[in-house]
């Protein structure tokens, strides 16, 4: 059972990377991918960068050229939901990408010749992702449900308004987790994802994210990472 651990930061990946007593790196598609253990169990961890076509790049060599078993995306994100709050934990249920829209021809947000503007993550690594984060983080809320995925840092409360009057049952929203969602369904490779609420997307989230990014994200994707290795 091969692990990806896919990070869009730094502070993220170093974290994980202080975990692995043997990580060696490989390069591939310019990215350098770390290959050892973590809790005794193989994996790869490595640096999407960020952005949608960036992430759907690593995922794809994860799954060719890697070979991985299964991938967890673990990073930050925007809350958009009323009740999401900076410091809260998203486990997400399903990704969608919201600046995607190719009407008339397909529905706004589909994804055109999937049929599909959704795509799920697998149900049982995010349950035990899910109880990773509540051991890992107590006393933190943790929700499950849709996150959204788009080429833009939203960071304005004009746009996160509008986002949550388009998309009401979005939780968060951040840059990566779609494109992964999809190039794991197309390799049908089990995916998870933990996003860890850095900002409120609104006016205030660029001071917001850069606190935060450097002072909790970092401990808290290494903790979640932790405990879901931890697991029999
Ligand atoms: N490193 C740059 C920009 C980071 S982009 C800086 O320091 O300003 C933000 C990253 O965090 C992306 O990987 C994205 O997935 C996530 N993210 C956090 N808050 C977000 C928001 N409000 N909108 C979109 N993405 C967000």
Excluded: N
């Excluded at 992430?55 to 050229?65: F, H, I, K, N, S």
């Excluded at 929700?143 to 996160?160: I, M, P, Q, Y």
Aim: overall charge negative; glycine content about 6%; proline content about 3%.
């Amino acid at each position: 059972m091969r692990t990806a651990i896919v990070a869009a930061m730094h502070e993220e990946l170093a974290a994980v990377l202080a975990l692995m007593p043997d990580e060696a790196r490989q390069s591939a598609a310019g990215r350098d991918f770390w290959v050892g253990h973590l809790h005794g169990r193989e994996v790869v961890a490595v640096l999407c960068r960020i952005g949608k076509v960036a992430a759907a790049t690593t995922a794809a060599v994860l799954a060719e050229r890697f070979q991985v078993d299964r991938l967890v995306f673990t990073g930050v994100a925007g809350g958009l939901a009323a009740g999401v709050h900076v410091g809260d934990v998203v486990l997400a249920d399903s990704f969608l990408q919201h600046d995607l829209d190719a009407s008339p021809l397909f529905p706004k947000y589909e994804v055109p010749l999937y049929g599909s503007s959704r795509f799920a993550t697998d149900r049982e690594l995010t349950c035990r992702l899910e109880s990773a984060a509540r051991i890992a983080l107590p006393g933190v809320a943790v929700h499950r449900g849709l996150v959204v995925s788009g080429d833009r840092f939203v960071a304005t409360t004009s746009e996160s308004r509008a986002l949550q009057a388009a998309l009401p049952q979005a939780l968060a929203v951040e840059m990566e987790g779609a494109a992964i969602a999809q190039v794991c369904h197309d390799y049908g490779l089990p995916f998870a994802a933990v996003r860890t609420i850095s900002d409120r997307a609104d006016d205030d989230a660029h001071t917001d994210f850069a606190r935060f990014v450097s002072e909790v994200a970092s401990r808290h994707s290494a903790a979640i990472v932790r405990a879901l290795l931890a697991q029999p």
